[in-house]
Nanobody
Framework: QVQLVESGGGLVQPGGSLRLSCAAS????????MGWYRQAPGKERELVAY???????MYVDFVKGRFTISRDNAKNTVYLQMNSLKPEDTAVYYC???????????WGQGTQVTVSS
């Protein structure tokens, strides 16, 4: 049974930082492209960043320079370090693992990130 379990969300003030983690089980983690997506209230789910097995990363423009995605294949875990958080970063953040770009893949249950003073 495949499971992706996110953790690390919470309430943070603008300008603060959070580190999200996603622990995967039931898959050969190193075979998967791992990504972080987010969904704000009333909006569609959107890609934030992804990382392939070899470590190549991609970020959407609105997080470049602020967020860093990384993975530890030995721990079957992908991380998202989020710095300089803004209120518009408030969303539920989801972890996704897929073997190819066109796969639907597997999804975690999401973790809430709220940026507010």
């Amino acid at each position: 049974q495949v499971q992706l379990v996110e953790s690390g969300g919470g309430l943070v003030q603008p300008g603060g930082s959070l580190r999200l983690s996603c622990a995967a089980s039931g898959i050969i983690f190193s075979d998967y492209r791992m990504g972080w997506y987010r969904q704000a209230p009333g909006k569609e789910r959107e890609l934030v960043a992804y990382i392939v097995s070899g470590g190549l990363t991609m970020y959407v423009d609105f997080v470049k320079g602020r967020f860093t995605i990384s993975r530890d294949n030995a721990k079957n875990t992908v991380y998202l370090q989020m710095n300089s958080l803004k209120p518009e970063d408030t969303a539920v953040y989801y972890c996704n693992g897929r073997r190819s770009p066109t796969d639907y893949g597997y999804w975690g249950q999401g973790t809430q990130v709220t940026v507010s003073s």
